[in-house]
């Protein structure tokens, strides 16, 4: 079975810093692994996405995220962090090889402090 | 303008009735998603579809409806609402499994 979990669920830091967001994941097959980030008010966008090859993936907005199978990690790094910066952000896994559906962690807050 | 549209965006209702929040997508995309996100659970997959004429539960159906007669349109229909199925809802479409889903907006439904 596919499970997603994000490590805090509140994040903050100031303008400038390094952002770390964290997800771990398990998974009976490949895993096929989103971050997706969502605004007040709106749906889900998405950042980046990893299913095959290179394992640092770039996304927008500056954000990239490594896919290590050792550790079951995906974690969503940004060198700087911008006000604009703020939001929630989703970790997710495909589910399985079951058509497109995405099991997702509960999210992290992320706050940019000036 | 292409994309994924969900109607109403706000919706109130009381207990018992019933309500159906609408999806439509302009991209002629295969699948398409109906999530729910509250606090402290993420998103929760209500239902989905893989093409017009086939759906399929998620990890929360009980107490909704789908259907897809079209490719773009996949209501959801909360036959008698309970107050536990205020929430906020979203819609979203994908091409293919492995591609990334795109969501709608959103419609938050309270239920008085």
């Known amino acids: 079975a596919q499970s997603v979990t994000q490590l805090g669920s509140h994040v903050s830091v100031s303008e400038g810093a390094l952002v770390l967001l964290r997800c771990n994941y398990s998974?009976?097959?490949?895993?096929?692994l989103f971050w997706y980030v969502q605004y007040p008010n709106q749906g889900l966008q998405l950042l980046l996405k990893y299913t095959t090859g290179a394992t640092l993936v770039k996304g927008i907005n500056g954000f990239e995220a490594e896919f290590k199978k050792s550790e079951t990690s995906f974690h969503l790094t940004k060198p700087s962090a911008h006000m604009s910066d703020a939001a929630e952000y989703f970790c997710?896994?495909?589910?399985?090889?079951?058509?497109?559906?995405?099991?997702f962690g509960q999210g992290t807050e992320l706050s940019v402090k000036p | 303008d292409a994309g994924i549209t969900q109607s109403p965006r706000y919706k109130i209702t009381e207990t018992g009735r019933q309500v159906t929040l609408m999806c439509h997508q302009t991209w002629s995309h295969s699948y398409m998603f109906w999530y729910r996100q509250d606090l402290g659970h993420g998103l929760r997959l209500i239902y989905y579809?893989?093409?017009?004429?086939?759906?399929d539960k998620g990890e929360v159906p009980d107490g909704y409806v789908v259907s897809r007669s079209k490719t773009e349109n996949f209501p959801l229909t909360l036959e008698s609402a309970t107050r536990s199925q205020t929430s906020v809802y979203f819609c979203?479409?994908?091409?293919?499994?492995?591609?990334?889903?795109?969501f709608g907006d959103g419609t938050r439904l309270s239920i008085l």
């Open positions: 997710a896994v495909r589910r399985g090889n079951q058509g497109g559906k995405l099991i």
């Open positions: 998974s009976s097959v490949p895993p096929y």
């Open positions: 579809s893989a093409a017009a004429d086939i759906t």
């Open positions: 979203a479409s994908s091409t293919q499994g492995d591609q990334p889903q795109h």
